[in-house]
């Protein structure tokens, strides 16, 4: 069954420093997405995007924050620079269209020292 | 705004009893609802979900909830819990008139199955 694949599944780095967590999203999928969940709380929202450009974005989402689709499979989200309370467990999604189901990946744990 | 509730932290059911995990919901139109389930280390797996339709779904794992619009709550329910049930569920909600494709999620609901 296809699913959603993330990399890497734990990226420790230092404060101030840019990173880039990548998602293999499901091939025949349309709509992407980036939720983070920090430590013990609720899944946020962060971003969605549809044909190749971000359709929505959640407050947290700052200049901080960009997401790219480099190539036909590849879904990626670029924090700059970051902040300890960038910590946190993130997650990528897609569906096939905005009203169904979302599939989420396994996560990536980042942690921010 | 689009908003869930979920109103306990934790649910305690001894295995083999009917388990039930509430939630709740606010939206301006109407709504897409959706139960995913969290295990430790790992992602999101989707549940079930309703769209429209028959007010009772049914989902993997023999899973079910059933949409009250009177009352705006998708409570999920499982007639026998089992212990490999334990895990964190999550209620989402999307507004069907909501321009964007987001999911506001609850802040989940901790399950133990007890032997």
């Known amino acids: 069954e296809p699913e959603v694949t993330q990399t890497p599944s734990h990226q420790v780095t230092q404060m101030g420093q840019e990173v880039i967590l990548r998602c293999v999203p499901i091939s025949n999928h349309l709509y992407f997405y980036w939720y983070r969940q920090i430590l013990g709380q609720k899944v946020e929202f962060l971003v969605s995007f549809y044909n190749n450009e971000i359709s929505e974005k959640s407050e947290i989402f700052d200049d901080q924050f960009s997401v790219e689709r480099p190539d036909g499979s590849n879904f990626t989200l670029k924090i700059r620079s970051t902040k300890l309370e960038d910590s946190a467990m993130y997650f990528c999604?897609?569906?096939?269209?905005?009203?169904?189901?979302?599939?989420f990946g396994p996560g990536t744990r980042l942690t921010v020292t | 705004a689009q908003s869930v509730a979920q109103p306990e932290d934790q649910v305690n059911v001894a295995e083999g009893n009917p388990l039930t995990v509430k939630c709740t919901y606010s939206?301006?139109?109407?709504?897409?609802l959706f139960w995913y389930v969290q295990y430790p280390n790992r992602g999101l797996q989707f549940l079930l979900k309703y769209i429209t339709g028959d007010n009772l779904v049914k989902g993997s794992y023999g899973f079910e909830a059933e949409f009250n619009k009177s009352q705006t709550s998708f409570h999920l329910k499982k007639p026998s819990a089992l212990v490999s049930d334990s895990a964190l569920y999550f209620c989402?909600?999307?507004?069907?008139?909501?321009?964007?494709?987001?999911?506001?999620f609850g802040p989940g609901t901790r399950l133990s199955v007890l032997p």
């Open positions: 999604a897609s569906s096939v269209e905005g009203k169904h189901e979302q599939y």
């Open positions: 939206v301006s139109g109407n709504p897409y």
């Open positions: 989402a909600v999307r507004d069907i008139n909501n321009y964007g494709q987001n999911f506001v």
